[in-house]
């Protein structure tokens, strides 16, 4: 079993460009969720998925979005990007209603 | 103020101590994660608690409901233990078909000196 894969591992994009981050789940997981940290801070939760559908979602601005796909993978789209979206970006997978949650190593996102 | 404080920010020990880091949270929750990272960013979970006590090796989490409070204690430390550990809460969903999403700590930065 593979865990929680997200790809790339480090990205190095332009303000103002766009960027698309990819989450694959642990085997038998169905919900997703993304969580920005930026450097030396905790994680935030920015949305959760399941079911192909955002199911809740914290308090980022709609450049952010995501997507859920039939095998439960999961996308993250960043437009018009920010140097302030300089940060690791964390997947985390799990089965809903158990209240587990496994990590991917995370992308490292620059701005620059 | 957050809803997920932890203390403290920073920790350096010198090996074969006993250490505690502590946690407290305000919002309702259906359970309490202790996750450590290591530098590059992996996140990996220690514990999830939902009442009482949890050990695993050298490592020992405890939860007061009551009080909202958590604890994860390291016993006979080691430099290996050095790493980010953080508390997150799993928020309470009342909706069916998925689960609240965690909210984290800043995290306690231990260092363990040889």
């Known amino acids: 079993d593979a865990g929680v894969t997200q790809s790339p591992t480090h990205l190095i994009k332009t303000r103002g460009q766009q960027v698309t981050l990819r989450c694959s789940p642990k085997?038998?997981?169905?919900?997703v969720s993304w969580y920005q940290q930026a450097l030396g801070q905790g994680p935030q939760f920015i949305f959760q998925?399941?079911?192909?559908?955002?199911?809740q979602r914290g308090n980022f601005p709609d450049r952010f979005s995501g997507h859920q796909f039939p095998n439960y993978s999961s996308e993250l789209n960043v437009n018009a990007l920010l140097l302030g979206d300089s940060a690791l970006y964390l997947c985390a997978s799990s089965v809903t209603g158990t209240g587990g949650a496994f990590f991917g190593q995370g992308t490292r996102l620059t701005v620059v | 103020k957050n809803e997920v404080e932890q203390s403290p920010q920073n920790l350096t020990a010198q090996e074969g101590e006993f250490i505690t880091i502590n946690c407290s949270y305000s919002v309702g929750i259906s359970a309490l994660h202790w996750l450590q990272q290591h530098p590059g960013g992996g996140i990996v979970s220690l514990f999830m608690?939902?009442?009482g006590k949890k050990k695993h090796g050298r490592l020992i989490a405890t939860i007061n409901i009551q009080e909202k409070h958590s604890s994860l204690h390291i016993t006979a430390s080691h430099p290996r233990d050095s790493a980010v550990y953080i508390c997150a809460a799993r928020a309470v969903w009342d909706y069916g078909g998925s689960q609240g999403n965690l909210i984290f700590g800043k995290g306690t930065k231990l260092s363990v000196k040889p």
């Open positions: 085997s038998g997981h169905d919900t």
């Open positions: 998925y399941y079911e192909e559908e955002e199911r």
């Open positions: 608690l939902s009442s």
